[in-house]
């Protein structure tokens, strides 16, 4: 395994893009590329993909130590574009009849300066002097502790380029630690957008019938896979195979823009559906490739 990572190394040099292609056990076809996922994404073809499950960087809450990453923008309109941009070519590369979802989470602006000490969560939360500390209000009027709306705001401007946001899921994150703070409730939910790109699309709602879940409100607790030292922000299989229940024929191709650890391609092989995952991190992809061969 090593000489492959080796060589791969080697092609990133020269092009800024590695890829690693596989098949698993019982012969489904896998795909990991790592490069800016907006350049990976236009060399794919056109509708090639039946349904895309992902969770792009969080605006402003981590640094992946990886230069271009999204999330530390100066500007919520530029979170928001780098983000549509990227969508834009999800979109493209999408089947007419496919479906998103598209998971993100909140930022609070604070306003109060350089945040101090560190993070229980993650060693990655605390990184000098963010955006959303400065004074200024992010440009467009926020008042200290307000929260931005970041996932409304980048689901408004992608429908404004087309896409059809057909429902807002509310994701439960049922036990999940809570936040450090005494004076407004703390969150215990994140949003998960339904998007489509056409009128007729795939979608069984048999399986949400069959668990007897609400609908639109999934109560799944945040404990995802361990990662073995990989601080990525995974979110747990269930809340991937619940999408990919509904939102994904069987044999469908899966894609994942922002791929992380893998749990999306991992739980899609899993379930015998092609998977293509992308990550700009090579410490994340390594560990996706790693754990993709023993399926």
């Not at 999330?71 to 007419?96: P, T």
């Not at 502790?145 to 429902?167: C, F, H, N, Q, Y």
């Not at 409100?217 to 601080?231: E, F, M, S, Y």
């Not at 391609?265 to 994340?284: K, Q, T, Y």
């Amino acid at each position: 395994m090593s000489s492959v990572f080796d060589a791969n190394e080697q092609q990133v040099e020269k092009n800024q893009i590695i890829n690693w292609d596989g098949f698993t056990k019982s012969g489904i076809l896998w795909q990991v590329y790592c490069g800016d996922s907006f350049e990976v994404l236009r060399r794919l073809p056109d509708e090639s993909v039946n349904c895309v499950v992902t969770s792009p960087p969080y605006y402003c809450l981590r640094d992946y130590k990886v230069e271009g990453q999204i999330g530390l923008e100066d500007s919520v309109e530029d979170y928001v574009e780098a983000i549509c941009k990227v969508m834009d070519e999800v979109r493209r590369v999408l089947r007419s009849d496919g479906t998103l979802f598209f998971n993100l989470g909140d930022t609070y602006y604070s306003g109060k300066g350089q945040s101090q000490g560190n993070d229980r969560k993650s060693n990655k939360r605390r990184f000098g002097l963010r955006a959303v500390d400065k004074s200024g209000g992010l440009g467009i009027g926020l008042q200290r502790k307000s929260i931005i709306g970041v996932p409304w705001r980048v689901a408004i401007e992608m429908a404004s380029r087309d896409w059809v946001l057909r429902s807002p899921i509310i994701w439960h994150r049922e036990k999940c630690l809570p936040e450090s703070v005494l004076d407004r409730p703390r969150r215990s939910y994140e949003y998960i957008f339904m998007f489509v790109k056409s009128r007729k699309y795939y979608f069984n709602r048999e399986p949400l019938v069959d668990q007897k879940v609400e609908e639109d409100l999934w109560t799944i607790q945040a404990r995802p896979k361990v990662t073995n030292g990989i601080d990525t922000a995974p979110y747990p299989d269930e809340l991937v195979q619940r999408c990919l229940d509904i939102g994904c024929p069987e044999g469908g191709v899966v894609l994942d823009p922002f791929a992380g650890s893998g749990t999306t391609l991992r739980v899609a092989l899993n379930s015998n559906r092609p998977a293509i995952g992308i990550d700009l991190s090579r410490e994340f992809c390594k560990f996706m490739v790693k754990e993709i061969r023993g399926i």
